[in-house]
């Protein structure tokens, strides 16, 4: 029997055939299924993303006339990455005009909204002269990042070195006192650069930090919707699991901790995110046709409850994609195309 080229979540090449290659998309979207408790992939669907992953070509993509809204994250850091000395400015003009990007965003290096606070005066203006070169939309975008409120560098106590102790009220208190100056930075941050003409605020990451993380980012939206009531608000998440680091934080009367996608969406949404990210993590002893289809089940029970945009996050471990620095492209298209055409997605 043939054998079929594909990947591993790691990155690395594997045989399989059609036999295993449908095995791993059953297994695949059985396992969020069952964790989230949203209906598995039918069988169409899951003969449909076979065809799509027994594709021999090195790049597959939709149909014409089936494309997507494409955003990016982190972009004015990412170009860096592979040693390219671009200022910031250009990065932008390249997303736009060589990658055909549709929206792009300025970013700092240290990718978080209580690290951008201090220089904030020299970024503003980069945005008012982003604003005068671009075409479509320019974000700004950081991390809540809830972690570097923490002590040796942060001003609360460490709930990492509280917990192992069994200080669990003491922890519980610091990540409540972390949440109130995280809100603070994000509101300030984000106000100072919509002010200086940004087209969105981008909360990239959210949840990293689990339940604190996803609650301040809840309550700055909250305040910047009633603030400036056109803002555009994108949510990116950490992971397709809210960790309950806290574990009895609730928002609008929901417990954050272990809400899935479909969950995260509703209470996004209600808070007044414009757009929201799903992020499903990659798993590296996988193969890329098993993440895909676990990618693609918990995405779709998204899509189908959200009434706002969802741009699936992927890349560098995220939507199906390998956990590398640059992910090869016959991956990259590979479970783009099966997220948009599985999924109904609004943008990736």
């Known amino acids: 029997m043939s054998k079929i080229v594909t990947r591993m979540g790691d ?46 070509h090195k790049i597959t993509g939709v149909e014409k006339g089936h494309e997507i809204v494409l955003s990016y994250d982190g972009g004015t850091n ?23 990007a549709d929206t792009t965003e300025l970013s700092q290096v240290d990718y978080s ?30 991390m809540p990042n809830l972690g570097l409120y923490t002590q040796p560098d942060g001003p609360v106590p460490n709930p990492a070195e509280l917990l192992p102790k ?34 969105g605020i981008n909360f990239d990451t959210v949840g990293a930090s689990g339940d604190p993380d996803f609650k301040a980012t809840l309550l700055a939206t909250e ?22 680091m806290h574990g009895e934080l609730t928002h609008d009367g929901v417990r954050l901790a272990g809400l899935y996608p479909h969950d995260q969406v509703r209470i996004a949404q209600k808070a007044g995110v414009t757009i929201f ?14 993440t895909v289809a676990r990618a693609a089940t918990y995405t779709k029970a998204c899509v189908e409850v959200a009434q706002i945009p969802v741009h699936g996050n992927m890349g560098m471990g995220v939507g199906g994609l390998p956990v590398c620095e640059t992910p090869p492209v016959d991956a990259v298209s590979v479970a783009s195309t099966a997220m948009v055409e599985l999924t109904r997605l609004d943008g990736l």
């Open 223 to 244: 305040i910047l919707k009633k603030k400036y009531p056109n803002i555009c608000i994108e949510m990116g998440m950490a992971g397709e699991f809210v960790l309950g």
């Open 113 to 142: 909204y209580k690290a951008v606070k201090p220089v904030i005066h020299e970024d503003t203006p980069i945005m008012e002269q982003a604003q005068l070169l671009m075409v479509c939309p320019v974000f700004y975008g950081a």
């Open 277 to 290: 990210g799903p992020a499903i993590t990659t798993a590296t002893n996988k193969s890329i046709p098993w």
């Open 11 to 56: 990155g690395f090449t594997v045989e399989r055939t059609e036999a295993e290659l449908m095995k791993d998309i059953e297994d695949g979207t059985r396992e969020a299924s069952e964790r989230a408790k949203v209906p598995p992939l039918s069988s169409d669907e899951m003969k449909h993303l076979l065809e799509i992953c027994k594709t021999s």
């Open 166 to 199: 069994g200080k669990i009220k003491e922890a519980r208190e610091a990540y409540e006192q972390a949440i109130e100056h995280a809100v603070r930075d994000m509101v300030y941050v984000a106000s100072a650069f919509y002010e200086a003409g940004a087209d």
């Open 78 to 100: 990412k170009v860096g990455r592979l040693g390219i000395n671009t200022g910031r400015l250009q990065v932008l003009q390249m997303y736009e005009r060589c990658f055909g």
